[in-house]
Every structure is written in C-alpha cells, then in structure tokens.
Nanobody, 123 residues
C-alpha cells in the first residue's frame, strides 16, 4: 500500500505563490501517472495537473494553465503562481495504477490519495 503525503499548503494573498510537495512511500506503485487535485467546500474534486512519469508529459486544467507547473524529482511538486481566491481548496496528491488513463485529470482514474494540504488565497 503506497502512502502519499502532501505539504506546502498555506494562506497567501492573491497574486502570491506557493509550492506544494508530495512524497510517496513506494515509488514502484507510482510509476505511471501522478497528479494534483483540489476540492473546495461544496464542490466536486477536480483535476489540476498531472504528469506521466514515463514520458514527462504534463496535463493542466484550463483554469490553472500558465499559472501552475507540475514537476517530479524525488517528490511530486506543484508550483502555483499568480494565485487567485478561486484557487482556495484542499489540494490532494494522487497516483494511478493504470498504465493508460482515458483522462489524466479525472479523479476516478486514480487509486492512491494523500490526506491533502489546505491552500487559502485571500483577496
């Protein structure tokens, strides 16, 4: 069973930046897709960014494209710039077991989830 642990969430003002990180206990179970998702109160969980570990291909939600960057070294990271109040949410790291995903940003494609880290952006 792989464990994912997120860190880096905080409260910032609009226009600010944050860098989220996610470490995995067993990277052998995260060799395909990893992603960042978020869920705001009263809303469904949505995909923010994903990366194919084999090719380095990245995927972004339209709402964050150009502002957020997903990367992978010893941990999975999400660099978030030009933050907006609507980015306020609990952010989750996730890993997929499947080699192929029909939708890399679809939450139901992912099998392992972290506990989340809170990001709050004030105006």
């Amino acid at each position: 069973q792989v464990q994912l642990v997120e860190s880096g969430g905080a409260s910032v003002q609009a226009g600010g930046s944050l860098r989220l990180s996610c470490t995995a206990s067993l990277y052998t179970y995260t060799r395909y897709y990893m992603g960042w998702f978020r869920q705001a109160p009263g809303k469904e969980r949505e995909g923010v960014a994903a990366i194919d570990r084999r090719t380095g291909s990245t995927y972004y939600a339209d709402s964050v494209n150009g502002r957020f960057t997903i990367s992978l070294d010893n941990a999975l990271h999400l660099q978030m710039n030009s933050l907006k109040p609507e980015d306020t949410a609990m952010y989750y790291c996730a890993a997929a077991l499947s080699e192929r995903l029909s939708g890399p940003l679809a939450p139901n494609e992912y099998n392992y989830w972290g506990q989340g880290t809170q990001v709050t952006v004030s105006s």
